[in-house]
C-alpha cells in the first residue's frame, strides 16, 4: 500500500524559514506531479506548489518567490522550502502525488496526513 509521510512543519516567526518534507513508500512503480496543499481554518484546501517528474513547477501566486519546490525522483520525495514566511502562511499544508503502484492499473492522488505550519509572533 502506498503512503506519503510529511515532516518538517512546526511554528516560527513572521519572516523566518521551514523545510517541508513528503516521502512516498510501498509499491511503487512511477511517480507523476508531486505538489504541496494547505489548508487555513475555515477555508478550503489550496495549491501552494506542484513539480513534475520532468521538475517543471508550478505556484500560487501567494507565494511565487518565497516558497520553492524541489524532488527527488530516487528517494521519492518532494520538499518545500518556505522563506520569508508571513501569519497568512499558517495552515496545515498537506503533500500529494499522482502514483502508479505496482497493485492498481491506473495512477492515484494519494495524501499525506499535513503537517501543521504556524507563523506567528
Known amino acids: 500500500q502506498v503512503q506519503l509521510g510529511e515532516s518538517g512543519g512546526g511554528l516560527v516567526q513572521p519572516g523566518g524559514s521551514l523545510r517541508l518534507s513528503c516521502v512516498a513508500s510501498?509499491?511503487?512503480?512511477?511517480?507523476?506531479?508531486m505538489g504541496w496543499y494547505r489548508q487555513a481554518p475555515g477555508k478550503q484546501r489550496e495549491l501552494v506548489a506542484t513539480i513534475t517528474s520532468a521538475g517543471i513547477t508550478n505556484y500560487a501566486d501567494s507565494v511565487k518567490g518565497r516558497f520553492t519546490i524541489s524532488r527527488d525522483n530516487v528517494q521519492n520525495s518532494v520538499y518545500l522550502q518556505m522563506n520569508s514566511l508571513k501569519p497568512e502562511d499558517t495552515a496545515v499544508y498537506y503533500c500529494?502525488?499522482?502514483?502508479?503502484?505496482?497493485?492498481?492499473?491506473?495512477?492515484?492522488?494519494?495524501w499525506g496526513q499535513g503537517t501543521q505550519v504556524t507563523v506567528s509572533s
Open positions: 500529494n502525488s499522482e502514483i502508479l503502484s505496482y497493485d492498481r492499473s491506473v495512477y492515484v492522488h494519494y
Open positions: 510501498g509499491r511503487i512503480a512511477t511517480i507523476n506531479d
